[in-house]
């Protein structure tokens, strides 16, 4: 288990590391001066120079490197030009925000996923189980950028049920918190769903023809030992995998939701910035998002053996 | 005496089940009838695709929701059980009938521990608390011969080989007391040298405890000396019933005799061939229109083709047997004589 | 114990018994037929917008903003007086255009890294693998969206970003392929009797690999238009006026209550391209009987 561990985590540091070094070069795509190019209106020969010296970019690339990879390791992720606050602080400010965000679409995709998912199982071409089927064939084709600006016009439009933007922070108010994140979460959430409900759905029908099961019904169990006991629980571990896979189009979709309903979280710090042309952000938020990328997928792997047993003792 | 006590613990009469298949209807059991007395075993013998291990499920009720066809009755010490749905059923599975099934390694649930699939239906059944539960668990588990079992009810099923499986899986079944048990080919997925090992666990327990027991297997030599009765099945049918020494001794069916010649046997010379059955059991879609077992048969002539050989007696004590020219008669020596001869 | 008389395990006789016609090849059904048809009228429609009678995509004309469907405008104008169906259908252009170019850069680099990775395994394996992960380790929009954010937007950029993002996914699958069919007899048969490498590798397992790889890379054309849609959300794709589904969805969400016809439309015409895409790709998949387990 820990040398498992600890294999994991020396994969972990080479592919930290490439991914750092894709980000750094993004800087080197700019056309032109960068320091022209990130002072754009406000540039002056001063300026410029301060910047030039400031950010090495008299040196060569790999001095360059060498010392922002070390701002980094240190927690130093630059600067915004616009306001002169450190990265680091506007993506500690961003990031709750996107967190909340992203389990509460989680927790809703599951909540919704496994009933329906459940059902269609036990009761394979029956009229849910088709309902599901299609509708989750569709909403594979429905982008968060469809799906979220859909649910606005039903439920802020049409019904005038939920805000459409706006944010209240949940320290302030949980229940305006919530409310407001209802419509972003759900359409996070809807994305999500159809991959969950397929998955369960083809876990559950191949569990179901397994031999425990018959079993657990010849002891005599009632119904919902069998089912929950004996055939829910054992097909629920592929999923723990999904969510891990999901969590990359679920990072991008989460850009998106942000950005339709104007949450402050990291996607919106994220694509403001690249509006404000204030690249040295983007390139610490797009780190940020990198490596935490990197760091839930480990996570899903450590955690993996210690849900399933079977892969706990191998 | 009550009627229950007076009645044979199980009467099944004429149990017929079929699927509906996209072939069209498959007669998996096609007619069977039997009796077992409390504390008597009856072994179940017949080749794969014989329809034992539906006839087993099919006595318990435990059968697939839909596409099932069945008919017949099936008596538990007197009620008849055939007609109960699953909630009625539930109150009789896993505390007077219990099931053995066939290959350990996928019977038990990989993602719970031991002890709690030997003490879930056994608090459920008896109420017991759940250290009486787990009390008894342990003991259960050092009766089927599983050193350590405090450590084993911790553990989850893939960390026991399969023979510590079976016996799990024993314990499992014995953990209410059950008056019946059901043992759906215990021993085939296991290594040979396990295999005997359980079996006379399973015979042990089922004396000590004078629980009664259905053995199917299909292979004779499992049922000799372990059983009391044997019926042999063919294509759905029971064509020969007799007390398992007669059926070894004084065997009517072909098919019986065929099965009997392929037990190996320690005696032989080495390299001894076996005598395998020519050909493979019929689509039970389509079964032929006389005795199934005609196309196969070395006896067989056109009336076999032609009727179906009903069951009837031999003359010996509890034996009967479905065959127009039985073994060991001379109707059969005849039989077999005038098939050589047009033969060659 | 005796197996002799044992003829099958426990299969029942029914399913033991020779089946009684082979299998028949699965039909493609008609809703892929469907589904092909709408890809062929929108690929049509976008090849040939010059020559529809439309106004141009820009074009203010004197119609009135944001009417309904009338005999001039079949799916009615925005805000702006524009025509609805020529937006739509000059913004299939870079939907289509994104979406195969960048799947068609992606198969050729991924194709080619894939082959050499799973052909000649080692070193190249490693190497190739490792990159197509680091590549995997950005989620996608993310990436995409930086890329563009530094090389600035552009039909070229995005392309580019996009493949970017193609390459990853198409490499392993290619790979994967790859080393399947290398294990074959035929292609181990060629490598005996001394046929070169590269004979090998375009004789016995290219033409193995292409049927496979294809039906995922339409698959993959509809995830490459959904994100290329995504970027023109955000602004970051063609920009306006130059319609997209992408930027016309985006100025839509912003007129919702007025005229909801604009972010319908494109809606409507990426949401049907991206599910026949979708369905089409499943189905040929099914059809080239590519194991997923090899993948």
């Not at chain 1, 031999?211 to 019904?217: I, S």
């Not at chain 1, 839930?296 to 191998?314: G, W």
């Not at chain 3, 008389?5 to 299969?11: A, E, F, R």
């Not at chain 3, 390459?167 to 392929?177: E, Q």
Request: proline fraction near 7%; aromatic fraction near 6%; charge should be positive.
């Amino acid at each position: 288990m820990l040398r498992l561990a600890l294999k994991k985590l020396a994969i972990l540091v080479p592919v930290a590391l490439a991914v750092s070094v894709l980000t750094f070069l993004l800087m080197n795509l700019l056309p032109g001066d960068p320091a022209y190019t990130i002072l754009g209106s406000r540039a002056t020969p001063q300026s410029v120079a301060e910047l030039t010296a400031r950010l090495h970019l008299d040196e060569p690339v790999w001095t360059r490197y060498s010392s922002w990879l070390g701002g980094v390791l240190t927690g130093d992720l630059g600067q915004s030009y616009l306001n002169y606050q450190p990265a680091s602080s506007l993506i500690g400010h961003a990031l709750p925000v996107t967190l909340e965000l992203l389990v509460l679409s989680q927790v809703i995709a599951l909540a919704l996923a496994v009933p329906l998912g459940v059902y269609s199982a036990r009761h394979p071409r029956g009229w849910v189980d088709r309902i599901a089927s299609t509708v989750s064939f569709g909403t594979l084709a429905m982008p968060p950028y469809m799906l979220g600006v859909l649910l606005v016009s039903v439920f802020s439009v049409g019904l005038k049920a939920l805000p459409a933007t706006g944010f209240t922070p949940f320290g302030d108010d949980p229940g305006l918190n919530l409310r407001s994140m209802v419509l972003p979460s759900l359409t996070l959430a809807l994305g999500s769903l159809a991959v969950y409900v397929r998955l369960l759905r083809t876990e559950m029908i191949s569990t179901l023809q397994q031999d425990f099961v018959t079993v657990a019904r010849a002891k005599g169990l009632p119904g919902r030992a069998v089912l929950w006991r004996h055939t829910v629980r054992p097909s629920m571990f592929s999923l723990v995998t999904a969510v891990g896979i999901n969590l990359g189009s679920l990072i991008g979709g989460a850009f998106v939701v942000e950005y339709i309903f104007a949450l402050p979280g990291v996607g919106a710090l994220t694509l403001n910035s690249i509006f404000q042309r204030d690249y040295l952000v983007v390139q610490a938020c797009v780190l940020v998002v990198a490596v935490g990328y990197v760091l839930v997928n480990l996570l899903v792997d450590l955690l993996y053996p210690i849900i399933d047993p079977r892969v706990r003792h191998v | 005496m009550t009627a229950a006590e007076e009645s044979p613990l199980l009467r099944v009469t004429d149990l017929t089940t079929h699927f509906r298949t996209d072939r069209g209807l498959m007669r998996a059991v096609d007619g069977v009838s039997f009796t077992l007395e409390r504390g008597r075993t009856l072994g179940v013998v017949g080749e794969s695709g014989s329809g034992k291990t539906v006839l087993s499920r099919s006595v318990m009720g435990l059968l697939p929701r839909g596409d099932v066809v069945r008919g017949g009755t099936v008596q538990y010490a007197g009620e008849d059980i055939s007609a109960l749905d699953e909630d009625g059923l539930r109150r009789l599975w896993g505390r007077e009938i219990a099931m053995v099934f066939q290959d350990p390694m996928t019977s038990l649930n990989p993602v719970v521990r031991i002890g709690r699939q030997i003490t879930e239906h056994l608090r459920l059944h008896t109420g017991a608390s759940r250290a009486d539960a787990r009390a008894k668990a342990a003991a259960l588990l050092k009766s089927v011969g599983i050193p350590e079992p405090e450590r084993r009810l911790r553990e989850y099923p893939h960390q026991l080989s399969g023979g510590m499986r079976q016996r799990v899986m024993i314990a499992v079944a014995l953990a209410t007391g059950p008056r019946l048990l059901l043992a759906d080919e215990p021993t085939t997925a296991l290594d040979v040298t396990v295999q005997a090992q359980i079996l006379d666990l399973l015979r042990a327990q089922q004396r000590q405890r004078d629980m009664a027991m259905i053995l199917v297997t299909h292979d004779l030599g499992v049922v000799a000396g372990r059983t009391d009765e044997v019926a042999v099945m063919y294509a759905g049918r029971v064509v020969e019933r007799a007390p398992t020494r007669t059926l070894f001794t004084n065997m009517r069916m072909p098919y019986t005799e065929a099965l009997v010649r392929s037990i190996p046997r320690i005696a032989d010379p080495g390299h001894t061939r076996l005598a395998a059955i020519p050909g493979r059991p019929p689509d039970m879609t389509r079964p032929p229109a006389g005795c199934r077992f005609a196309p196969r048969c070395a006896y067989a002539r056109d009336k076999c083709r032609a009727e179906q050989p009903p069951l009837r007696e031999s003359g010996e004590p509890g034996h009967t047997f479905a065959c127009w020219y039985p073994v060991g008669t001379p109707e059969g020596a005849a039989a077999l004589e005038r098939n050589r001869k047009e033969a060659s | 114990m005796s197996e002799t008389i044992v003829l099958t395990k426990d299969v029942p006789a029914a399913a033991a018994a020779p089946d009684d016609a082979a299998a028949p090849r699965r039909r493609l059904g008609p809703v892929f037929w469907v589904a092909a048809g709408w890809l062929a009228l929108i690929v049509l429609a976008a090849a040939l917008a010059d020559l529809l009678p439309l106004s141009r995509p820009g074009d203010l004309g004197d119609a009135m903003p944001g009417a309904g469907p009338s005999a001039g405008h079949l799916l009615g104008t925005d805000d702006l007086g524009r025509d609805l169906l020529s937006r739509v259908i000059y913004g299939a252009r870079v939907s289509l255009i994104v979406g195969f170019a960048s799947i068609a850069v992606g198969l050729a680099v991924g194709g080619v890294l894939g082959l050499l990775a799973g052909y000649f395994r080692g070193w190249v394996d490693a190497v190739i693998t490792a990159a197509a992960n680091v590549l995997l380790a950005f989620p996608a929009l993310v990436l995409g969206l930086a890329v563009v954010t530094f090389l600035g937007p552009s039909l070229p950029h995005v392309t580019l970003a996009i493949s970017l993002l193609a390459i990853g996914p198409l490499t392993l699958m290619v790979r994967g392929a790859t080393l399947m069919f290398s294990e074959r007899e035929f292609v181990l048969a060629s490598r005996l009797v001394g046929a070169r490498t590269h004979r090998t590798v375009l004789r016995e397992v290219l033409p193995n690999v292409v049927p496979s790889a294809l039906s995922l890379g339409l698959v993959s054309v509809a995830n490459a238009m959904v994100a290329e849609g995504g970027l023109s959300f955000l602004g970051l794709s063609v920009r306006p006026p130059d319609p997209t589904w992408g930027n016309m969805i985006a100025e839509g969400s912003a007129v919702l209550e007025r005229t909801p016809a604009v972010a319908l439309w494109p809606a409507v015409a990426m949401f049907l391209t991206v599910l026949s895409l979708n369905y089409v790709g499943d189905r040929l998949r099914g059809r080239f009987d590519v194991k997923e387990g090899a993948l």
